[in-house]
């Protein structure tokens, strides 16, 4: 059955965990999509993992658009949701519509956008044209330069409280999932608790709808020291469809995040 954006509705509503990894060519859409993974993000940690740079500045719009067509043409179920890349949406909402139109004309069906409550008005004018958006807030890697290095946010009163007006902005103007990255779980779990929309993290915790990893991280490939974060599926796996459905089975098991990937 094809995922869509009701489905991941349904399963929030449900209880029943969202599992999400990124992808990036048609070959693992293909075993993904075939392991049950509801939704395959084309994410602009591409250009770490992928091109080895040492964040996700330098991808372009034209290489997001390139990963969204292969990844798009080896999904058969799984929504295929596209990262704009740094540069491609923050300078006007036109430039994001510009931007979002091609990674959806690659086959996307959806978008994300970095950005706490300053990008609902963007988001609103997405949504309105017909492009359902994901928003991604907490440790946004795109402003690696501002953020002052890769934290985890949200940790004073008085950054939870912006994180949490932020996902309420956000899903008022349309948003159709909130992803968090690197958030303490009590706040992840708030955040879950007030907007009405699901809630996807990544290093926040077991109380969101669902879960999102590198797919390179979770098989064992990083180089350098593992984040928190991350569980590598592949110790134990006798193949990689094998990790793939493992991590799957634990995010619906609700076992994978456990207390050592989680930030307090
Ligand atoms: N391979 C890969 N995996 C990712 O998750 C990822 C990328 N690349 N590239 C883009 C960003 C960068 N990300 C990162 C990178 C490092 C940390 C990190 O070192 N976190 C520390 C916590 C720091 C703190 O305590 O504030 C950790 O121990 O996990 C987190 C997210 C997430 N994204
Ligand atoms: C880590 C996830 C959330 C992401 O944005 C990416 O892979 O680019
Ligand atoms: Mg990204």
């Known amino acids: 059955m094809k995922v869509t954006v009701n489905t991941l509705h349904k399963k929030a509503r449900d209880g029943e965990k969202v599992v999400m990894l990124t992808c990036y060519d048609a070959s693992f859409a293909q075993v993904m999509d075939e392991a049950g993974v509801d939704v395959l993000l084309v994410g602009d940690s591409l250009g770490t993992v992928l091109q080895g740079a040492d964040s996700t500045l330098p991808v372009t719009l034209d290489e997001m658009v390139y990963h969204t067509r292969l990844v798009a043409r080896g999904a058969k179920n799984a929504l295929v949701l596209a990262d704009l890349p740094f540069g491609s949406y923050q300078e006007s909402r036109e430039q994001a519509f510009a931007s979002a139109a091609r990674l959806m004309q690659a086959g996307a069906h959806m978008v994300k956008l970095e950005g706490g409550a300053y990008m609902a008005e963007t988001t609103r004018f997405l949504v309105e ?115 793939i459905k493992a991590y799957a089975d634990a995010v619906r098991a609700k076992t994978f995040p456990a207390a050592e990937h989680i930030f307090s």
């Open 129 to 243: 044209r017909g492009i359902p958006v994901c928003a991604h807030i907490g440790l946004t890697p795109q402003s690696v330069n501002t953020m002052g290095g890769y934290r985890v946010q949200g940790k004073t009163d008085e950054d939870a409280a912006r994180l949490l007006d932020d996902a309420k902005a956000l899903a008022d103007a349309g948003a159709s999932l909130v992803l968090m990255e690197c958030m303490p779980a009590e706040l992840a779990r708030r955040v879950t608790e007030t907007v009405s929309v699901p809630t996807i993290g990544i290093g926040a915790g077991l109380d969101v709808s669902g879960q999102v990893l590198v797919v390179y991280d979770m098989l064992g490939i990083y180089p350098g020291k593992k984040a928190k974060f991350v569980k590598d599926f592949m110790a134990g796996a006798d193949s990689i469809a094998g990790a």
